[in-house]
């Protein structure tokens, strides 16, 4: 008998971000306009690929020179502007029936079930404000991008987390919020680490150890690059951090951008699904276990459909994805839980989002 296809969570889709960025995220990409072309993601790609439920961000930059969703470093309102326009984004989804917003994952299959991570604190103007985008939804928090918040060092930096970045920390553990670790300096993971108490997950992050050549880290601006006091390709996870995730019953999700699959982050090919396959099972050697890995593609988050592995051009083909797994001696219980399942145990255990929790 012919199995099913298999549901996808995705620990990482940029979806407000590309709409704010001028995608129309209601048609199919190849009609969607917007940056980055060839599109990948857009909301009816998402359901014809069985993407069921999500990790969907609040990302923002500073200094970004779109002001659709960048702003001045250091200017605590304009961050918040842009960074509540997005979830505004996904309120509005919310009631118009595209998008169910946070409560326990449901077995219903559309519309998309998504809780927010906000990807960069900047726009939560101080601690005592986590509640109340706790209360729109935000289950998970990574306290900086690549580039530096006013809480933590990002990974283009040597910094870790600043007083009111700890004060952070803790109001993230009060609220039991989840603590995205993407993105986050050496240094900041180390410091957060010794602090939280609550969940912990890397939503988009794959091996360093499979991506490091020795080198520097990539071209300066990038956001694999390095100077003389930040570690080479920074934005990986190293393995003792992976094995500290694991050990608190974290999730790390693999992220499908090429230049972080490849040895050495080159960008002058696309990655092979075998090399996401071995960053996949690094990460269960490393926790022991097949249970602490999931899907946290990032795809389409800020580069074109070009850029993901061979192969997979849109959701629709993370079948192949699946289907190399088993090739490689998974079953297809542990391809679930890779797929869907370890995603859906991780957010129901963890996700502690206020009512009202459903939206439609």
């Known amino acids: 008998m012919k199995q099913p296809p298999f549901s996808w969570f995705d620990a990482h889709l940029d979806l407000a971000y590309m709409a704010v960025s001028r995608r129309n995220m209601d048609l199919p990409p190849e009609d969607a306009g917007g940056p980055d072309l060839p599109a990948a993601v857009t909301l009816p790609s ?6 069921r439920h999500c990790l969907a961000t609040v990302f923002t930059e500073p200094d970004g020179a779109d002001p659709a969703f ?10 918040a ?5 997005q979830l505004d984004v996904y309120d509005q989804w919310a009631a118009t ?37 706790q209360s729109r939804g935000v289950a998970a928090i990574g306290l900086a991008w690549a580039k530096p918040s006013r809480y933590a ?3 283009m930096t040597d910094t870790g987390l600043s007083p009111v970045g700890r004060d952070m920390v803790i109001a993230i553990d009060e609220a039991g919020i989840i603590h995205d670790l993407s993105h986050l300096s050496d240094r900041a993971t180390d410091e957060l680490l010794s602090i939280a108490k609550g969940p912990i997950m890397a939503s988009h992050s794959n091996c360093r150890a499979l991506v490091n050549d020795g080198s520097a880290g990539g071209p300066v601006g990038s956001t694999t690059a390095t100077t003389p006091s930040v570690p080479p390709f920074q934005r990986h ?8 995730i694991g050990r608190r019953g974290g999730i790390v999700g693999i992220n499908l951008f090429s230049p972080f699959l490849v040895r050495g982050g080159v960008r002058s090919r696309r990655a092979t699904i ?13 926790t022991g276990s ?18 993901l592995p061979e192969g997979l051009d849109r959701p629709k083909d993370l079948g192949l994805l699946a289907t190399a797994l088993m090739e490689n001696g998974w079953s297809r219980s542990e391809t679930e839980g890779f797929a869907f399942e370890n995603w859906v145990r991780f957010i129901r255990e963890n996700a502690k989002t206020s009512e009202p929790l459903l939206r439609q």
């Open 46 to 51: 998402l359901t014809e690929g069985r993407v």
């Open 70 to 79: 960048g702003y001045k470093a250091g200017n605590i309102e304009a961050a």
């Open 81 to 85: 502007a842009v960074g509540r326009r």
């Open 97 to 133: 029936g595209k998008m169910r917003i946070g409560g326990p994952p449901s077995e219903n299959v559309e519309p998309l079930q998504a809780w927010i991570l906000v990807e960069g604190a900047d726009p939560i103007r101080n601690p005592e404000e986590v509640a109340q985008w």
């Open 153 to 155: 060092g990002g990974n």
């Open 237 to 244: 996870l190293r393995d003792d951090v992976i094995r500290e």
């Open 274 to 286: 075998s090399e996401v396959v071995a960053h996949i099972n690094r990460v269960c050697t490393l």
């Open 290 to 307: 097949k249970r602490h890995v999931g899907l946290g593609s990032d795809m389409d988050g800020g580069f074109s459909a070009l850029t």
